[in-house]
């Protein structure tokens, strides 16, 4: 017997049948003698509805009042999850974030859970009841309905593992796993049977979206062990192998890969500060202004110095470029820059593995397999277990078949 | 200044265009220095499509989740109500029933408001904000979601009022107020400037739809002044005549007609139980088991007696027909009748009016009116402030166009 978190996202509760579907796997942990808590998402393109409404009544809507009309999505999941459960004789309700509760700051539209209380559902887990929670959503400092922003979810489910210190949360979603690189890009990529928490953290932020970027750092705090798995394939993760893709503790993973996946982001620009002055506190009067302006900057590279002056390298998210661009243009005189080159087709290629940290020779692979291809790298960003590189987007598709076969990933 | 609460229903909200029409006429409310609390229903459509699902995934739905379900069309209006209203500058915030508290009991489905706690509210009102509550909704006991049955937003608009201490509650509906009589059926039928709490009660009690039978006796009860208009209108109450219907006090009529409106009901159904023995607790024996099978009776006539046996007629609802038939013949034995007679094809017609109680000769008026169109009356009953006739379907519209010229109503 386990204790198990059940997360369904938007795709797999879209219309009744699916939900009768997802009941019945649901009622199979049960059958086996599980404790089991089910998360659940709006059905799919309720929440593109409901947001619609409020942008189309004010783009500048109270982030207050549109939490209180989107966390309706999952309710009405939650409400209609319970109905089918107990419709297969399975005891079961639904809860709302403020019945639980789940608490949360004040931040509307992207609050941060701050504590769930678990003693009301654990009794009615050890009851032989299963509670339904509305997925997404919490209570704010003052009482109002929050939402923990897209993907939250993934979060809510996490954190009620956390607090009913639950063997397992498994996510289910449109997707059978986590694997070695986007299936799409390379036919012969394998699904990882484990992958630890920093890779998949690694993975998450440079766009293999999966599972939201927050709850992996909380399941990564929390030790929780989260599976991603399908809804939609009829395998069980009762006796046998564990279907989808396992995210764990680095200690559990036995026969460690040195590069675990490869990943890519096209949603990348870069942006060179031409003949800046080189002197102390240049980086400073370039990136605090960004800063300010919640411009978030990733990779960073500065030239060598010639003549007194140099350049400045940098990337970020492709939709935050022409705001860049206007807050560099209005601190030009304290910066004291040359000229602004940008750039929108590039795009970010990353190895990821935390067996690199006791192998050397991931990165020179990386810079020789792609320079065998004749690709250039533009900027070149490390962190303990990854390497990333900025390259023309062009060259995205070969990249990630080259590195894939080069660390010997393929099927 | 006064305090007013504004209740508008689904087809006044029905999208977005609309709820901006209805914050538009809160705003004229509260620019012309009134202090005002809104009611909203649920978006036109939006709870048929919620208890669809829940009856589609099971019959015997549990009514918890389907409260859970439901409530969340009237929490979507009234989020996208309070960003309607904040567009045009108007501080306003929603409030859903566990967050005012609106408490009831435990029926879910059909709950009963116990008790609102105004004090929240009464500070938001005199700092200037105006709260849009979400109707039809309460908590129950036990902390779960629970709702008021059909209608039941006129009831939490109703109770707010007299929560508030309101002059007055307005119900915005798609009729612009109480009529003689149905204006379909009679063209010259007129608009009552007001009605007492007691008519307003006969009528709704015999099929004028207009409000929920409860929230009209909690007006009468709590001494609220209802007002009855139309959303679709431009007329506006500030100023002038109100155009609407004032559901009030007795004492406020001062001009009162002796017959203020004829109703009527096709929704009847008519039974005769032939040849039952003419002894105490015959009744008893027949009404008994219909109460207990939860079927309401309405008209009751039996007949002088001959030779030991009698006829006893009744009426019901014509849904319930098929269960009184049964209920009735699984009870023969103990009650011995001779036979069944059942009829759907009746109607009920009814005047209504408080001037009855200083008048006589209404009732006589009504019987003389039938007789000269040829109409037979099968039963009678009468209560203070109305006469009632059941006869054949068919005469339903000649039956009350006569009355309303016969008691002078026609325009």
Redesign the interface.
Known sequence: MARIVMKFGGTSVAD?DR??HVAARVKREVDAGNEVAVVVSAMAGTTNR?VA??T???AL??A???D??VA?GE??T???M???L??LGVNA??W?G??VPLATDDAHGRARIEAIDGAELMRRLQSGQVPVVAGFQGIGPD???TTLGRGGSDTSAVALAAALGAERCDIYTDVDGVYTTDPRIVARARKLAKIAYEEMLELASVGAKVLQTRSVELAMKERVRVQVLSSFDDGTSLGGDLPGTLVVDEDEIVEKEIVSGIAYSRDEAKVTVRGVPDRPGVAAAIFGPLSAAAINVDMIVQNVSADGTTDLTFTLGRADLPRAEKTLGEHRAEIGFLSLLTDREVAKISVVGVGMRSHSGVASTMFRTLATKGINIQVISTSEIKVSVLIDAEYTELAVRALHTAYGLDA
Chains 1, 2 share one sequence.
């Open positions: 009744l939900i009768r409901l409404w409020c189309q009544l004010s809507y109270d207050r009042e549109y209180a009309v309706t309710q009405v939650a409400g209609l319970a109905i089918a107990q419709t309700r639904s709302q403020w019945q009482r109002r309905v």
